[in-house]
């Protein structure tokens, strides 16, 4: 089945890492970004992407005769990607030691397609950058560039504690990032919709009057009931699918 990348961007990633943990295929510790990385732009709507990864420093200058990766060669790999990118940055320096992009980086990346940037280094123009829509995520902000270059492209990258393969797909918002398994991903939107209206029985009580701790507990044990029948279809799902039956 195709992904829907814009109605997986229409829900905020908090619930599409609910959703994971319905599928129970992989460890609820797992999989998605730590409070080192940030959004610089809270305000901004979630994105869903294909990763687009690269290394990159700043503390030194390009050594001569030693093979670097470029931004156009990053760009390039655009093209190749399912859908559109979300540049991935390591940031070999540690700690950050000047700022990984900038203006003109996103408004490059922006023109040819892509939704975010993710680095575990540093951020800097930002009221430029989020100017141009450009959803952006950095462990903070330093004013300077130093010697940014890039020092390899479409390799894996180690970002906030999470392994990002070039085309992950990956879901941002003011919460964080998380990846999302390619082979689930275009069951997630619809699980996420029942598993919002699960959580609605809780809160639609919570806004009613009169509220007891007898009818709390029974809106709660409703709402688990209902996440927890919602796992035994996808888990049955997923097991016919394995092993071919119907």
Request: proline content about 6%; charged content about 20%.
């Amino acid at each position: 089945m195709p992904i829907d990348l814009k109605l997986l961007a229409s829900y905020d990633t908090p619930t599409i890492c609910n959703v994971i943990e319905v599928f129970n295929i992989r460890p609820r510790h797992a999989g998605f970004m730590d409070a080192r990385i940030r959004a610089c732009f809270p305000e901004m709507p979630p994105v869903a992407g294909y990763a687009s990864t690269a290394t990159m420093r700043c503390a030194f200058p390009k050594r001569k005769n030693s093979v670097y990766g470029s931004l156009e060669d990053q760009v390039r790999g655009f093209a190749e990607l399912p859908g559109p990118a979300i540049v991935v940055f390591q940031d070999l320096d540690d700690p950050a030691v000047a700022a990984t992009f900038g203006e003109v980086m996103c408004t490059t990346y922006k023109a040819f397609g892509a939704v975010g940037l993710i680095t575990s280094g540093a951020a800097r123009d930002l009221d430029q950058v989020r100017r141009l829509g450009f959803a952006a995520f950095s462990n903070g902000a330093i004013c300077a560039h130093g010697h940014t270059h890039l020092t390899s492209v479409n390799s894996p990258v180690r970002v906030g504690g999470l392994e990002v393969y070039p085309g992950d797909l990956l879901h941002a918002d003011a919460n964080g990032v998380t990846s999302i398994p390619v082979e689930i991903a275009s069951e997630v939107p619809e699980i996420a919709a029942e598993y919002t209206k699960a959580e609605s029985i809780v809160l639609e009580y919570l806004n009613a009057k009169d509220l007891t701790l007898k009818g709390f507990a029974e809106a709660r044990a409703a709402m688990s009931d209902a996440i927890a029948t919602l796992g035994r279809r996808v888990g049955s799902a997923s097991v016919s699918a394995k092993s071919g039956t119907v």
